[in-house]
């Protein structure tokens, strides 16, 4: 396994399942269309950061933490899931929120996840700035400091780039788990589509990948900013996780794909395109998808298979990051979705 050598603790239920998207993929009339199941993670109602915490949380223990420290934006799902972990695994955690999309409805700030978080009973800081990255890890340290000055243990997960990208491990191991599934399923994966916005999910996921032979293409809609800043920020991350796992000749620059043709006027802001993405998806096969995350996503494989890019014959997985408590937050989804297919 090319994680082994890390510190890791269990947290997801895995392998997820892995499962035919048949009446989207008919509906569509373009590739055959599958869905990896990360929502189904189990923790705290389940999601991509699971996996990626595993990992942080494992290098925490190994240098005897405590407390950990994590920020994100208000309806964050990394944050969510934190805290979860830290009931699970015994430990004090405090959290930051971010206002990153301002005028929203009052749902957005008082249902989903922040109601979880609140539901926990940890400490929750506030940090006004939702696009400074750098400013919110530093918040994030300050409060360790002051906790080390009480004799606490911090450890900080943090948000902004520069630091060992430890939580891509976990995409690294679900890319192994996937091509094992795909194997025992007797299928090929011409592509892989998820959602591009810290890189660790796309990193790891494209790191392990071609570490493992597999040369299927990732396709990675941006979430929080435009192409050619995700780009540089998933290929740095890229030759970080390659090197963390010995596999710096399988992977370059030219193996990063990114596209911000639904992200629209920002993070966790909807599209038309998104509002139809969410509501195909949960007419056609059940599924929910958040609007922060899997809706850019799965706008961008429907755009995908309208363009051409994905035609019939190929074989598309989505990855389904998780998200869904975000969807309480956004009540005119139904109104804007009502009767549409």
Known sequence: ML???????????TPTPLEPMGNLSTELGGPEIWIKRDDCTGLAMGGNKARQL????????????????????VQSNHVRMTVAAACKLGLQCEVQLEER????????????????????????????????????DRALYERAAELKAESRKPYVIPLAPGHKPLGALGYVKAAEELLAQARTLEIAIDAVILPSGSGSTHAGMLAGL??????ARVYGFC???????QAERVAKRLIEVAR??????AVGDEDVWVDDSTLGPGYGQLTEGVVEAIGLAARQ?????????????????IGLVRSGELGPGARAVFLHTGGTPALFGYPELVAEGEGKA
């Open 223 to 229: 979430v929080r900013r435009h192409k050619e800043a």
């Open 101 to 136: 999309v301002p005028g929203r409805a009052p749902e957005y700030y008082n249902s989903g996840n922040p109601f979880l978080v609140r539901l926990f009973g940890v400490p929750i800081h506030r940090y006004t700035e939702g696009e400074d990255e750098e400013g919110a």
């Open 285 to 301: 096969d059940g599924i929910l998808l958040d609007p922060t995350y899997t809706g850019k996503s799965m706008a961008g494989l």
């Open 54 to 73: 595993e990992f942080y949380i494992g290098d925490a223990l190994a240098q005897g933490a405590d407390t950990l420290l994590t920020t994100g934006a």
């Open 210 to 215: 071609r570490a493992l032979g597999s040369q």
């Open 244 to 249: 963390m796992i010995g596999a710096e000749g």
């Open 3 to 13: 994680t082994d050598d890390f510190p890791r603790v269990d947290l997801a239920h």
